[in-house]
């Protein structure tokens, strides 16, 4: 551990937990805990619970479970450090250099980098602002866009100069190194020792920003009266350590709590798009950046929304981009409409010339996306034999991209029938067989532990006075993914006559944090009394099935060396089974 456990706890103590993953989830309180749908599997019914008290969350359906470091891990694909290092910058913990980094002092850390994207995104607006940027704030003007609205999405201008950003952000202390990382400079001709110059110029900048707010990346758009034929459109940042490509969705931090509310979206092409839906007030709006939609990009709408309105261009590749959206939407169930635009219009446009009520008539009218998958499908792939053959070749093709089996079955059937054809023709052969794709993010997986040691745990975990029994089971215990809490329970109990489950550092196992949350959060017997008796039930259990296996395994065992010949090993194993203790059968319940 590279912080003191010291400074651990105090970071955990200073989190609201609540406050924390209600930033991803609709939480309902429900007695003492809050539930709601789990953001790291598909669910229809709420299986994920908080509970404050006990600083702990867990997921029923898939495991997930920990305190707030490992939702934030699971979550934002972070480390540890990492983790401990945003909760405590979000609630105001100092932390100390951490042990075993004094001397990477060449290493870059990601929060020098978001302190690095913030002071860029400060330098671009400020530089809209100021008199040279007045062009491109009357461009912005001409487009409909507000002051208020410039300012909220953090709108800038890169200049038209070679190292204007790159000096700026070394008299604010930033080395060549992290603003290279950070995507900001690169290289001349590739050689760090002939110097660096800014990626950005003479450009309309859009900060792009992660689901917390950080300033992450920069789409730099080419300005009105731009002379080279060769400048491309827009230029985007590269991916960095806190940047990937097609993993965020452009303003999802800012319509978070408007999709929350709204219970659905509207999923746009363009950042222009967007921002012309949010200048008149539609504000329950993301958009995919320009790119092919992310299976990861969609991720981000689970828990949040239950449908997505497709608003893309007007033309052929609008049209064919929501077709493509149908399997990342169905793998985390959530229904998709596409709005259809008069041919020639886009986002931007319609809203222009219809404002708000005009968009929300045409999503009135929206089409199923199923319904408009397969009338694309038929389509594009003309009529006939030939035709059909070519449609159920593509519907195989967006078969193969939906895992979930019973998902998959389903759509094949109601596939067949739109293209009305045997759903049987739409089977996938082996070559074809769905391949695993990433619908989740990195999240708990149901425990393997001995369901009687898992009893056994959450008991003394609600009960620390029944800790004491937990030493006399050591010959019995289970080796599975429980064996690391018994041992920490027993560690803690030889060490101080007591236990203190919240000292249990679940930071070091996700097996271990999965348990323990779990075991927090389960319905247990509240009395002592009645506690102490299931206890001594469970552990006389657990003693019994250990010995009836024991006596089982020699048995096995005395068989297998008669049926080899080797009287002399059988001789030796059958005066061992002797020698051991009589499984309690009256203990035993069945299996």
Request: one cysteine or more; glycine letters at 8%; aromatic letters at 8%.
């Amino acid at each position: 551990m590279i912080y003191e456990e010291s400074k651990i706890d105090e970071v955990r103590r200073a989190v609201d937990l609540v406050g924390l993953i209600r930033q991803y989830v609709d939480l309902k309180r429900v007695g003492d805990s809050y539930r709601g749908l789990c953001p790291f599997h598909v669910e229809k019914s709420p299986s994920f619970y908080v509970t404050p008290e006990k600083g702990v969350f867990h997921c029923f359906g898939c495991g997930a479970g920990g305190t707030a470091f490992h939702f934030l891990m699971m979550m934002n694909n972070m480390t540890f450090p990492e983790a401990l290092e945003d909760l405590a910058r979000r609630y105001g913990v100092s932390l100390p250099s951490p042990k075993g980094r004094a001397n990477q002092s060449a290493e870059v850390g990601k929060p020098e980098l978001y302190r690095a994207m913030r002071r860029a995104a400060d330098f671009f607006q400020d530089a809209l602002w100021a008199a040279s940027g007045r062009p491109a704030m009357d461009y912005l003007k001409g487009r409909g866009l507000s002051v208020e609205l410039v300012r909220s999405y953090r709108l800038g201008l890169s200049l038209d100069r070679w190292d204007e950003l790159l000096k700026f952000l070394k008299k604010e202390g930033f080395g060549e190194k992290a603003l290279t990382e950070a995507g900001l400079i690169r290289a001349r001709r590739g050689d760090p020792a002939a110097g660096h110059y800014d990626v950005f110029r003479n450009r309309l900048m859009t900060a792009i920003f992660d689901p917390e707010g950080r300033e992450v990346a920069f789409a730099g758009r080419v300005l009105p009266g731009e002379t080279d034929p060769e400048a491309a459109k827009y230029i985007n940042s590269p991916s960095t350590p806190i940047y990937k490509k097609g993993r965020l969705l452009y303003g999802f931090h800012q319509a978070r709590s408007h999709m929350r509310a709204a219970g659905m979206a509207f999923l746009v092409e363009g950042y222009f798009d967007l921002l012309a839906l949010a200048q008149v007030k539609v504000q329950n709006v993301v958009a995919a950046m320009g790119t092919s939609l992310t299976q990861e990009q969609i991720n981000l709408l689970r828990g949040q929304v239950g449908e997505v309105y497709l608003l893309f261009d007007g033309d052929e590749a609008g049209l064919k981009a929501a077709s493509r959206a149908l399997p990342a939407l169905l793998n985390v169930e959530l229904e998709g409409k596409v709005v259809i635009l008069p041919k020639g219009e886009d986002p931007d446009s319609f809203v222009r010339r219809h404002g708000a009520d005009g968009l929300f008539r045409a999503a009135e009218r929206a089409m199923d996306l199923l319904d408009y998958y397969a009338e694309r499908l038929m389509a594009d792939c003309g009529p006939g034999l030939g035709g059909q053959a070519r449609a159920i070749r593509e519907a195989k093709e967006t078969l193969r991209r939906v895992p979930d089996s019973l998902l998959g079955q389903l759509l094949r059937r109601k596939l067949g029938e739109k293209l009305g054809v045997d759903p049987e023709l739409l089977n996938l052969g082996p070559a074809m067989a769905a391949r695993p794709t990433p619908t989740n993010r990195p999240a708990g997986r149901p425990s393997s532990a001995d369901p009687k040691a898992k009893e056994i745990l959450a008991q003394v975990i609600v009960h620390p006075e029944l800790a004491r029994g937990l030493l006399e089971l050591e010959p019995y215990w289970p080796c599975d993914d429980s064996l690391m809490v018994y041992r920490e329970l027993c560690r803690q109990f030889a060490e101080r006559g007591f236990v203190e489950p919240a000292k249990i550092p679940l930071e070091s196992s996700e097996e271990m944090a999965s348990l323990v949350s779990w075991a927090s959060l389960a319905p247990r017997l509240r009395r002592a009394e009645e506690a102490a008796v299931a206890f001594k039930e469970m552990v006389d259990g657990l003693k019994a099935r250990a010995l009836k296996d024991g006596h089982k395994d020699k048995t096995e065992a005395i068989l297998a060396a008669e049926k080899a010949g080797d009287q002399e090993l059988a001789r030796r194993l059958i005066e061992e089974k002797t020698q051991m203790p009589t499984p309690l059968l009256s203990k035993m319940k069945p299996q």
